[in-house]
């Protein structure tokens, strides 16, 4: 009974302790949630570092130079081997008969050759710059995802900005609203009619409608931009930014712009590649009628464990079941199938003229494409300004109203109207901050964000100067 006692205490004792020590991993193992607080640039470089995707496209950059090493195959070696083993007849002039009478023996035959390539009419070189071509194709593929990349956590930035934007306005308009109605509902004669008062509540239904469309695109964005970066779905995320504003600067010539997107940008890149890939597969079908040389070396043994009887001479070696040969020369080979040959070669060289053809077409497109993206933003920036201008007038209109209605010369509608007017006209302006910010980020990805850099400057002057603001009246 001692015993069982004291295993009973040892086994409980084991079990409190495997707990803790259990716990105690599962504490060091579990990563606490993080407050990553970030700024534009903290944004863009985590999603450079960290997106799933781009990581896809260093592998398959891999996979091309990989694919490039196979293409280099002059000189390199390539062993071939071949075994076999089969059971043969004891008596080869009764070959038939003493198979299916059990006179049997196991022959066992190693073939080992070697050929190493010497030439191949210019085929491997070809080959090689195909398979180089592929390199540099995933390369510009990959600068040109870190461009989409880029442009998209810009996007996600801004739209957080001026989502938060956007919630402080409307929840300020949906308090001073709130406070309006206590006010009226507690007077005994009200300012405001009941119809006026009615018209307060259903605007402020619809501010708060908007509230919520503006929270949810604001933790959609968030998330989107968790993903972008890598970050866990419960870690948090706040900005350092707190407002937002346009970016202040002055843009470079279209012509500067087109010359650089021509020049850097990844998908006219791709274009060319397209257009000599297609050119080097058809000059490789050509290549294909010419012989390949290489040096060859070979060791061939067989052997059986019983004798075969009555081998003669008509046989292709004295004895085919028991030998040992080797053997080194110049090996030549080839495959002259003109027909087939000459159906590939057409098709090629029809296939190398439509990318020509294709490329001219697909460059005019990426052409006006820029031309696009960089009146758009030219546009966006006057936008801002008007917007502004006319957020300007009405804080003017609110002013004047307010103190007509003061001096008992105004109306209460239009007090209303004004205030009203001033709480769309200054989300109007956020809009317009935000369409063009992301106008510049387009052209930015259209250019390469490092020509963009080198072409767009920032001058050192405030912003409403910048942008030729009015004074806005307070």
């Known amino acids: ?98 198979f299916f009478e059990g006179q049997l023996a196991f022959f066992n035959s190693i073939r080992f050759k070697t050929i190493v390539p010497l030439f191949a009419s210019g085929q491997m070189r070809t080959a090689e710059k195909l398979a180089n071509g592929g390199v540099i194709a995933a390369n510009e593929n990959k600068i040109k995802e870190q461009e989409d990349v880029t442009y998209q956590v810009t996007q996600l930035y801004y739209g957080i900005l001026l989502a938060s934007e956007l919630d402080s306005l409307l929840l300020d308009s949906i308090k001073k609203i709130d406070t309006k109605l206590k006010e009226e509902e507690a007077k005994e004669t009200p300012d405001y009619s009941p119809i006026e008062l009615l018209k307060l509540k259903v605007f402020k239904i619809d501010l708060e409608k908007r509230l919520a469309e503006t929270n949810q695109n604001r933790d959609l964005a968030k998330e989107g931009l968790k993903i972008q970066i890598g970050a866990g779905p419960e870690d948090e995320i706040e900005l350092i930014s707190k407002s937002l504003k346009p970016e202040v600067v002055n843009l470079a010539s279209m012509e500067e712009y087109l010359n650089a997107s021509l020049e850097h940008r990844p998908e006219f890149n791709l274009l060319n590649i397209g257009v000599e890939t297609k050119k080097m597969q058809y000059k490789l079908e050509k290549m294909k009628l010419g012989p390949k040389a290489g040096a060859a070396f070979f060791i061939d043994v067989g052997r059986t464990h019983r004798e075969i009887k009555n081998l003669g001479m008509k ?79 009405a804080h003017q209109m609110l002013f004047l109203s307010k103190s007509n209605y003061d001096i008992g010369i105004g109306e209460k509608n239009d007090y209303t109207e004004a205030l009203q007017l001033v709480l769309v006209t200054r989300g109007q302006y956020y809009k317009a901050v935000f369409d063009y910010n992301v106008a510049l980020a387009d052209l930015q990805q259209k250019v390469g964000w490092i020509n963009y850099e080198h072409l767009t400057k920032h001058p050192n002057i405030p912003e409403y100067e910048f942008f030729n603001y009015d004074e806005e009246v307070e």
């Not at 409980?12 to 716990?23: A, D, K, R, W």
């Not at 950059?61 to 070696?77: H, M, S, V």
């Not at 030998?323 to 090629?348: C, E, M, N, P």
């Open 315 to 393: 046989d292709d070696y004295n004895d085919p079941f028991n030998y040992s040969r080797a053997g080194v020369g110049i090996q030549i080979s080839g495959t002259l199938d003109f027909h087939g040959a000459l159906a590939r070669i057409k098709k090629t060289k029809a296939e190398y003229f439509k990318a020509v053809w294709d490329k001219e077409i697909a460059s005019k497109g990426l052409q006006l494409e820029l031309k696009k993206s960089f009146l758009i933003a030219k546009n966006d920036k006057e936008n801002v300004t008007r917007a502004k201008k006319a957020e300007s007038l």
């Open 1 to 98: 009974m001692l015993t069982r006692r004291y295993l009973t205490y040892f086994f409980l004792v084991f079990v409190f302790l495997f707990c803790i020590g259990s716990l105690k991993a599962n504490q060091e193992t579990t990563t606490p949630n993080k407050k990553l607080i970030l700024s534009m640039e903290d944004c863009v470089k985590l999603a450079l570092e960290n997106n799933e995707k781009l990581k896809g496209m260093g592998l398959a950059i891999q996979a091309a130079e990989n694919q490039r090493k196979e293409a280099n195959a002059a000189f390199w070696p390539i062993f071939e081997y071949e075994y076999r083993v089969a059971p043969v007849p004891t008596d080869a002039t009764r070959a038939f008969d003493s």
